[in-house]
């Protein structure tokens, strides 16, 4: 993608179409949207998606975005989500006008329900979960009715109450619409709306042992709070119809769904219940492990919040299902970082350099921060005569064209001087051990008088002055393209080496200052941030991406079949 491409004022995706024309018909004065996490676990880049769109809808055409939690579901819903969501949210750069919970419309949604029964649309249902199945018919079949169908509006008052003051036994009797049993779309053939689950919930406790399914919570949930545009994927479309059907049968405000495609990516997963398989089985080190897909995952990988939106925003939203190349986000991480990231020397692989004329004991040397950004500032960097290089920058036998060290060639030290390789020291078993190198007075960066013009520029650290540290280098999670369509079970299809530690790096003393959420470019080496892990008797930094766009599927890690 190109400069000159990105910045241009992309056109309006459907949605903001949608919007645009309700607002120019007068349809609403202001539109509110909001973003509807169910708390059973960590959000990832495609809630990030529906975080973007909701909350730019309305931050580009006004109105408002409330955070609901959408917690119906007794048994998987757990505080440490929601403070991990909304944490998220923040973090991405949002703020919601409401924080609200389906949970507080319980008392509500069972008075609705009362409303439809003494309409004579609602009716209990002593049939078990498989009868009910069983009598649902298939998309070419009509269903058949259940034979409570025609219980009397006092007779189904009074079970619903029963129901509610905990007389039955869990699945003993469901609360159903009073639909058509041979309607074409299946999930209008008397959809459950309430079943008997005698659970404790994290917000209501144990006053409650029926609660409402999705289809009756989440539009009466919108229309509470008077959602004028509620935006869900693709799975729903099915569901709009009976979403339609609730609200008019209520006669309550008459909020509108709109479904748009969920983001995938490739080279992993990003359903919740595989993510938390994924953490219960251990095969990351928890919701937050840097090759998560998680925002707090991706956060601690040193994803910017920044790139992430560019990402959302560019890439856009689709009508129909697909997969988004994970190399076009590492796009927008990059160029985000590219900008953002001081620059630092750090040496993987050591050799060490001893520069034989140099008789200082340490000399301080300016070095550019960010060549990128004018107000990075500069930093001083030490030098003494013994300097650590990287082990592959040098080569005994070099062919033509080879522009870094080598027996008799000059390189210049990035920042620093021009040094030449008088002589390779090397042990019993011919290992190099030291380069014996001596170097130029007058070819100090910036005052360079030496004349001399060399193509090579190589990376370096002090010896005496070097702090160690842990590095950890990722790779993609999954060693396929979508892990979820292939055969048998996505685990089958794990990246062995998706990790990859080094024990002990050597980098400039100022590394000691870094700080969380900091991100650096180690120069050549790719772009890191601090790790939580840290400690002061240890750093530990990952990789958050390299520089360049070098990732190529390996033949060898294929999936086994
Ligand atoms: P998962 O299948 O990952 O558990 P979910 O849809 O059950 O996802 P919710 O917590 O119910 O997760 O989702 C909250 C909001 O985020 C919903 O509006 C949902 O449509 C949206 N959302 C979830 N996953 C994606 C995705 N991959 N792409 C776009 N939007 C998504
Ligand atoms: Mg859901």
């Not at 080569?395 to 008088?422: H, T, W």
């Not at 996505?490 to 990246?495: A, P």
Request: net charge negative; glycine share 6%; charged share 30%.
């Amino acid at each position: 993608m190109s400069e000159d491409v990105k910045h241009e004022e992309r056109s309006l995706n459907f949605l903001e179409e949608i919007v645009e024309n309700d607002l120019s018909a007068g349809r609403y004065k202001s539109i509110v949207t909001r973003f509807p996490p169910e708390p059973n676990g960590y959000l990832h880049i495609g809630h990030a998606t529906s975080i973007c769109l909701n909350f730019g809808l309305t931050k580009r055409f006004g109105g408002y975005t409330n955070l609901r939690f959408d917690d119906t579901n007794p048994v998987t819903e757990e505080t440490e989500y929601v403070e991990s969501i909304k944490g998220d949210v923040r973090w991405l750069g949002f703020e919601w006008k409401n924080e609200l919970y389906a949970s507080d419309y319980f008392g509500k949604l069972y008075e609705f329900a009362l409303v439809l029964i003494k309409a004579g649309l609602a009716y209990v249902d002593d049939s078990s979960s498989e009868e009910i199945a069983a009598m649902k018919g298939t998309p070419t079949e009509p269903g058949r009715n259940s034979s409570f169908r025609d219980r009397s509006i006092e007779e189904n008052i009074g079970l619903f109450e029963r129901m509610k003051a905990g007389e039955f036994g869990d699945g003993s009797r469901t609360l159903r619409a009073k639909i058509d049993m041979a309607h074409t779309n299946m999930l209008m053939r008397d959809p459950i709306l309430y079943r008997i689950k005698h659970a404790h919930h994290h917000r209501t406790g144990d006053q409650w042992c029926i609660y409402p399914m999705y289809d009756f919570a989440h539009g009466q949930s919108d229309s509470i709070e008077e959602v004028t545009h509620s935006i869900c994927t693709l799975e729903f479309v099915p569901h709009r119809e009976l979403y339609d059907w609730l609200i008019s049968k209520l006669g309550i405000y008459p909020s509108h769904q709109y479904e748009f495609a969920r983001r995938n990516l490739t080279y992993t997963v990003m359903s919740k219940r595989k993510l938390l398989q994924l953490v219960t089985e251990k095969h990351v080190t928890g919701w937050d492990d840097p090759r998560m897909p998680t925002i707090s995952g991706m956060r601690r990988r040193g994803y910017t919040a920044a790139a992430i939106r560019e990402f959302c925003d560019r890439v856009g939203i689709a009508k129909r299902d697909n997969i988004v190349d994970v190399g076009l986000l590492e796009f927008f991480v990059r160029e985000d970082l590219n900008k953002k990231a001081q620059r630092r020397m750090v040496v993987f692989d050591p050799v060490k350099v001893v520069i034989t004329n140099y008789t200082a004991a340490e000399e301080f040397l300016s070095s550019e921060n960010n060549p990128e950004d004018p107000a990075g500032g500069e930093r001083q960097l030490p030098l003494s005569a013994e300097i650590y290089i990287e082990r592959e920058d040098f080569m005994e036998n070099p062919p033509k064209k080879y522009f870094r060290l080598a027996p008799g060639q000059m390189v210049r030290l990035k920042s620093a001087y021009i040094i030449r390789c008088d002589e390779v020291i090397k042990d019993a078993d011919g290992n190099v051990t030291e380069l014996h190198c001596s170097y130029l007075p007058e070819s100090k960066s910036g005052s360079d008088t030496s004349g001399i013009n060399v193509k090579g520029t190589l990376h370096w650290v002090s010896v005496k002055h070097a702090v160690t540290a842990e590095i950890r280098l990722y790779d993609r999670l999954f060693k396929v393209e979508d892990p979820s369509s292939e055969e048998g079970d996505f685990k089958d299809y794990i990246n062995p080496a998706s990790l990859e530690v080094l024990k002990s790096v050597y980098m400039e003393p100022d590394m000691k200052h870094a700080s969380f959420d900091q991100p650096f470019q180690f120069i050549r080496k790719g772009y890191f941030t601090l790790d939580r892990d840290s400690s002061t008797s240890g750093l530990v930094f990952n990789r958050t991406v390299g520089l360049k766009d070098g990732w190529k599927p390996d033949a060898k890690a294929q999936p086994k079949k």
